[in-house]
């Protein structure tokens, strides 16, 4: 098993900052890909960004320039760092891994974290 844990969220205003940083322990080996996945209440999870071990990276259109997803595999470590947010509905931001692959189906991932809400506010 794989346990992921999620930090860093919070409330930020309009245009400004937010670093999240998800932690993995257990199985290690099975987080070759770990990526970002947000959902607010009402709809369905989306894709934000994914990295993998070798340092492929694919981000959503709507991210793309603002976002950065990076890792420190020494720490088994992945971060997301969310500049120039936008205000939006409440969010919450999901951590998850596979041992494989680069994918973007929320579906195609086998662990997750239990989130971390982000509020921008306007």
């Known amino acids: 098993q794989v346990q992921l844990v999620e930090s860093g969220g919070g409330l930020v205003q309009a245009g400004g900052s937010l670093r999240l940083s998800c932690a993995a322990s257990?199985?290690?080996?099975?987080?070759?890909?770990m990526a970002w996945f947000r959902q607010v209440s009402g709809k369905e999870r989306e894709f934000v960004a994914v990295?993998?071990?070798?340092?492929?990276?694919i981000y959503a259109d709507s991210v793309k320039g603002r976002f950065t997803i990076s890792r420190d595999n020494a720490k088994n470590t992945v971060y997301l760092q969310m500049n120039t947010l936008k205000p939006e509905n409440p969010a919450v931001y999901y951590c998850?891994?596979?041992?494989?692959?680069?994918?973007?189906?929320?579906?195609?991932?086998?662990?997750w974290g239990q989130g971390t809400q982000v509020t921008v506010s306007s």
């Open positions: 998850a891994a596979r041992p494989f692959g680069i994918l973007q189906a929320p579906s195609s991932y086998d662990f």
């Open positions: 257990g199985r290690t080996g099975s987080t070759y890909t």
């Open positions: 990295n993998t071990r070798s340092a492929s990276t």
